[in-house]
């Protein structure tokens, strides 16, 4: 098992920055292949943005604003989000996959919630 837990969350001025941050403990493997998604009110919940190893995918509408990494030694997932809008206003929560050889994020594709077995309890964004 993969335990989540995210911070950084808060409110923000259009064109603002955060740092969301989500520490993970648990299954080393699991840890390989990680995301952010994020889920507004009355919405699908909607990848934002994932990692394996080196390689990173992005919805097209946070491309060139948001950057996801991870910082192995800290066992830390980052989602650093500038130039934003009240449109990425959502609860955003971290998610890991327990099979990382069949991780989206090894072939450049995309994914939805159910793709991810680990979920941390969410961080809210509001931007105004």
């Known amino acids: 098992d993969v335990q989540l837990v995210e911070s950084g969350g808060g409110s923000v001025q259009a064109g603002g920055s955060l740092r969301l941050s989500c520490a993970a403990s648990?299954?080393?493997?699991?840890?390989?292949?990680m995301a952010w998604f994020r889920q507004a009110p009355g919405k699908e919940r909607e990848e934002v943005a994932s990692?394996?190893?080196?390689?990173?995918v992005y919805a097209d509408s946070v491309k060139d604003r948001f950057t996801i990494s991870q910082d192995s030694a800290k066992n830390t997932l980052y989602l650093q989000m500038n130039d934003l809008k009240p449109e990425d206003t959502a609860m955003y929560y971290c998610?890991?996959?327990?099979?990382?050889?069949?991780?989206?994020?090894?072939?450049?594709?995309?994914?939805?919630?159910?793709?991810?077995?680990?979920w941390g309890q969410g961080t809210q964004v509001t931007v105004s």
């Open positions: 998610a890991a996959r327990g099979d990382w050889y069949t991780c989206p994020a090894r072939s450049s594709r995309r994914s939805t919630r159910y793709a991810y077995d680990y």
């Open positions: 648990g299954n080393t493997y699991s840890r390989l292949c």
């Open positions: 990692i394996y190893t080196i390689r990173t």
